[in-house]
């Protein structure tokens, strides 16, 4: 027995069987810790390739800098993007960019590939905000401050494929009304309303067909006596997620204080502060008859939003993501109408602003799960990244 236990204490590490090797996958927290596992030898990559599909981890996040930033370790990433790249968007999977010369292009974090997307027309603004963009093997939807830019194209292919046929076309939003997002659903491109009004778009034969899927009457925000001297804004913000074969709608809903009371806050801030969401279901999609249905579990899942990117991921032990949790992120939003300087010291030293994770069970709101106090610039308004989630693969 001596001789035995001497024996499996020289074992090398190498010959660990690939069921212990795959406990340990399992158990990683991070995207960097499942590709420097693989890389240690040959045994070790080929066992880790018997071990697929792993469950998801938690994203990283796109920060305004260009960096990205891993959690829960706070790790801090750097992917090589060109030089002359001036703004960048999220898409999930992919990485939307815009470049000096007005072309936009599409890169996986993951592969490196890249494939430059057909010059936009005219009326397509490359100095307008791009506030999110969504990809699909034939479809690419470019949502700005106004209108929606979708690219087309015939033939299979993976996301990231040559395009060999490509179309562009324009979707404006429909009057007295704006858009607050956009995503794919079962193969047809979805835009939500800031007036909860749900349409599909179809995209053939260079025309977009729209219908209106769910109506609602038009609601507006509206402001609540909070103290004598203090009016407080409550607003809400709406997310179009895909979590599995469900079509939902977030709404996020934020108190804003908007003026100063002198007597109750001597450091001149006021901030904005996410206090609840509410997640309903488009249900009964046909001509107009659709409704929005409560939801009161995720069924396994969480959900994470942010402007320029939201999705859905099964929850699972040992990866950090909760189930009926909503994780989300803010730009940068700060309502102020004082002090300049108390803001930009308090953005610094909170460069997370209003950003954590939401419980649907408890209705309570945590901080987002880092083991470390990274440092970053998410509090600051200026950068070529709006803050997004971004899911690599591994």
Known sequence: MAASGSSRRRSPWPDLPAELLGLVLLRLPSHA???????????WR????????????????????????????????RLPIPDDVYYGVSTGGALFLMHDDGRFSLT???????????????????????????VSDHLVAVLDELKVAVYTRGGGGGELAAWASTACMEWARPLHNSIADIALFEGKLYVLTREEELHVLDANDQHITNVCCIRKIPSHDYYVHDHIWNF?????????VVSGDQLLRVKRMIRMPSIYNPWTDDTGIDLQRTYQFDVFEASDLSCGRGRWRDVNTLMGRALF???????????????????????????????????????????????????????????????????TSAASTLGTRDGMWPPAWLFPKT
Request: aromatic share 8%; hydrophobic share 40%; proline share 10%.
């Open 305 to 371: 939003v942010s402007e320029g990117c939201s999705q859905s991921v099964p929850a699972a032990t040992g990866t950090g993501i909760r189930q009926d949790c909503i994780y989300f992120v803010t730009k940068g939003d700060i309502i102020t109408i004082c002090n300049q300087d108390w803001l930009v010291k308090w953005a610094r030293e909170n460069p997370f602003l209003d950003s954590g994770v939401y419980n649907m069970r408890d209705q309570t709101v945590a901080p987002l799960p880092l083991e």
């Open 33 to 43: 810790d499942r590709v420097r596992l693989p890389a240690v030898c040959r045994a």
């Open 108 to 134: 996986s974090p993951s592969s490196a590939a890249t494939v430059t997307l057909p010059d936009p027309p005219f009326w397509f603004r490359t100095d307008n905000k791009i506030r999110k963009v969504v």
């Open 232 to 240: 407080v804004d409550y607003i809400s913000r709406d997310y179009l």
């Open 46 to 77: 080929s066992g880790a390739r018997l071990q697929h599909p792993l469950p998801p981890l938690l994203p990283w996040l796109a920060l305004p800098d260009g960096t990205f930033l891993s959690l829960p370790d706070g790790a801090v990433h």
